[in-house]
């Protein structure tokens, strides 16, 4: 019961939100930790400000599923900003710390990512999430002097780190949010502890982050739909993959509107707003769920040609579903044959 009072007040208020991907023809559900010998075992948990749930298949995926929650709880409780015993929370606090081997990680990957997409990936966006007051209870559009005083500091570029004594030192102002990339690495994790206990099978949705291990059961492909960034009911195509993840970032999926107007939770770190780029939505799918975050979250904000570009230089990297503002669909090559839709759709070569 613990794990459903867990879907409290943030469960009720944020069941709406909707998530990126769907599952099409998962065999997924389930309060808690349930089993059934042919549906293998499911459950749900609220953490990381998302509803997550989880299938896994095989002899030991009962074992297995108490720790996935652990682990998921784990990270929760390490990599959120707002907990205030969280190791990110006091790491902002006391502008510096000792990272632990996960935050140690995940900063180094952050700051490979930044520099990889030219900052579009940043790692030290919180301050001004913090003015937009995304990840509390009231958003707000912040003034337009705070923004500006504390845009200088989201490229971490003074910050110092010592990779032999795991020490990061922050300039004053300056602070760190994992939320671009958590969830991925949260999947990728599942997927190292699942192997341990031999679970060759298994289907979790963190949230719409959808991290795949193997094919289903009967070695068939999984079916991950694509939501409709726009709001429709169906969507807008369907991929069927194995042991991949799949990721999707939008500005539909967190936002608050003021005077008529929607504000998203994905900022452009060259502006302090918003990211206005032309896309609706980026769906990643590439074998490592870190990576495949990072990167929904960096071409989101880059837009439709420098993503392009990003994913010719590195083709074999990663795949992408691009869905613009005006409903275009676009696919990268190495989709064809696993994307299907209803509607018309180009392919990026
Ligand atoms: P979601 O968390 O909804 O799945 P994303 O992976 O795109 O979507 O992550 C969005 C989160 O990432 C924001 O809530 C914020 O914590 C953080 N973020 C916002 N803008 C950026 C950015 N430009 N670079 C890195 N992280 C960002
Ligand atoms: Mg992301």
Redesign the pocket.
Known sequence: MKRINRMNRKMIRKIALA??VSLAFSGCGGIGNSANPNSGVSGEVYA???YMTYTLYGDRAQEAADEVLKEIERLDALLS?EQAQSEIYILNQNKGGVLSEDTAFLWDY?RRI?DETQG????G??P??KLWG??EEKQQVPDEEALKEVLPFVDLAKAEWTEQSKLLTLPEGAAV????????YTGYRLRELLKQFGIEHALINL???VQLIGSKPDGTSYRIGIKDPMGGASPVGVLSVKDVAV????GY??YFEEGGIRYH?????ATGYP?ESGLASVTIVAEDGTLA??Y???L??MGLDKACSFWRERPETFQAVFVTEEGKILITKGLEGVFTSPSKYETIK
């Open positions: 998530v990126g990381m400000d998302t900003t952050s930044s579009a990936f940043a790692v966006i919180y001004v999430m995304f990840g949010d994992f939320g671009g990339i958590a969830k991925g949230g719409g982050n990721i999707s970032s939008g999926e967190r939770h994905i900022i452009d770190p990211a975050d990072a929904s979250t960096a989101y904000v």
